[in-house]
T-cell receptor, first 110, second 115 residues
Framework: EDQVTQSPEALRLQEGESSSLNCSYT??????LFWYRQDPGKGPEFLFT???AGEEKEKERLKATLTKKESFLHITAPKPEDSATYLC???????????FGTGTKLQVIP | EAQVTQNPRYLITVTGKKLTVTCSQN?????MSWYRQDPGLGLRQIYY???????DKGDVPEGYKVSRKEKRNFPLILESPSPNQTSLYFC??????????????FGSGTQLSVL
């Protein structure tokens, strides 16, 4: 059974204080690892897809990396508008199922 | 504008009263799926569909039904709702490239309360 574990559950940062969110996964035959951002009361919004170990993707202050066992979402010099819950998800084996972690709730204090 | 539209946004009902939550997408996506989101449990897949008339169970299908008669629509049906189905529900859709679901587009969610 595919498993996705995110840590920490919650993270509070000062504006400008860089940090990383972790997503560890146990799957058979990873096809893709995804990062989403979810604001309160809204549906998740796509950020990145990573397909293989060693791959990295960047978007503004966010950078996602992937190894064979985990993925990191690095946040550089965060701003208050980066406050949200960040979700990690994996797709493995057949392409019908995308399994989500429980998320990391990030709060950036001005 | 590309979007996934769910209705209603909020729904309060009583145990046993059949209800339908509608979902429609305007991106010609093959893949559509329903998730429920509960505190501490994250997003869990209920049902998914690879194309018209092709549906299958996700992780938590008990008590739910779906249909895919048209490519753009994927309604979620609760024939006899129970209080443990109180949750936040999301519909999502995506293209499929090779064997990978390209990014999922999510609706705004339906907050369901079953009394």
């Amino acid at each position: 059974e595919d498993q996705v574990t995110q840590s920490p559950e919650a993270l509070r940062l000062q504006e400008g204080e860089s940090s990383s969110l972790n997503c560890s996964y146990t799957v058979s035959g990873l096809r893709g690892l995804f990062w989403y951002r979810q604001d309160p009361g809204k549906g998740p919004e796509f950020l990145f897809t990573l397909y293989s170990a060693g791959e990295e993707k960047e978007k503004e202050r966010l950078k996602a990396t992937l190894t064979k066992k985990e993925s990191f979402l690095h946040i550089t010099a965060p701003k208050p508008e980066d406050s949200a819950t960040y979700l990690c998800a994996v797709q493995a084996g057949g392409y019908q199922k995308v399994t989500f972690g429980t998320g990391t709730k990030l709060q950036v204090i001005p | 504008e590309a979007q996934v539209t769910q209705n209603p946004r909020y729904l309060i009902t009583v145990t046993g009263k059949k209800l339908t939550v509608t979902c429609s997408q305007n991106m010609n996506h093959e893949y559509m799926s329903w998730y429920r989101q509960d505190p501490g449990l994250g997003l869990r897949q209920i049902y998914y569909s690879m194309n018209v008339e092709v549906t299958d169970k996700g992780d938590v299908p008990e008590g739910y039904k779906v249909s895919r008669k048209e490519k753009r629509n994927f309604p979620l049906i609760l024939e006899s709702p129970s209080p443990n189905q109180t949750s936040l529900y999301f519909c999502a859709s995506s293209w499929v490239a090779g064997k990978v679901n390209e990014k999922l587009f999510f609706g705004s969610g339906t907050q369901l309360s079953v009394l």
